[in-house]
């Protein structure tokens, strides 16, 4: 329960906060809330697969490990349409937005102000053809689930959320110790 001269102070707030113009409110919220970096992934599958399945993964700069397609969302882009654009622009597959599904948890906050929007996909790997630039990505490339490559930290740590790779089952995922 909230003491009632907290409360009469909260009420006193609000009160004066929305009496200000829109702009003026916006522009106090924009100050005062935390701000995020936020990035599309998109979780591919082959179709095809038997067993554990196939995901497709990527080797990209400085390549001490695989990844999955993923970037940033442009300026009031939304997140479905980021991770397709990424996904072509990475691998080459070019899927309309409404062939991908959010992920679950759809979401993922990182510290320090990232959020990971995730989405899945399934397309059958032997007719898919992998086009990479060779400069944003170097290898595209199926790997079976119960067998992936060495991955980044940050890639297991999402696939983490979904029980796939090396930190599946330790949820929520560790966090690297930074201690010197």
Known sequence: MIPRSRATGRAIFYQAF????????????????????VGAV???????ATGAGRLLMLRQPPGKGWSLPAGLLNRG???????????FEESGIR?????????VPNAI????????????????AS????????AEVFEAAWHPLDDLPKLSWSTARLLAYYDIG???????????DTTP
């Open 95 to 103: 899927l309309a937005p409404s062939r991908l599904r959010p992920a």
């Open 77 to 87: 882009e939304a997140p479905v349409v980021g991770a397709a654009r990424e996904l």
């Open 18 to 37: 929305y009496r200000l113009p829109l702009p003026v409110r916006r522009r106090l919220v924009k100050l005062a809330v935390p701000k995020y970096i």
């Open 166 to 176: 090396p930190l599946a089952g330790q949820f929520p995922p560790p966090v690297p």
């Open 42 to 48: 998109t979780l591919v599958r082959d179709s095809e």
């Open 127 to 134: 007719s898919t053809e992998l086009v990479v630039d060779g």
């Open 109 to 124: 906050v990182h510290a320090k102000g990232w959020v990971d929007v995730v989405f899945e996909a399934e397309v059958p």
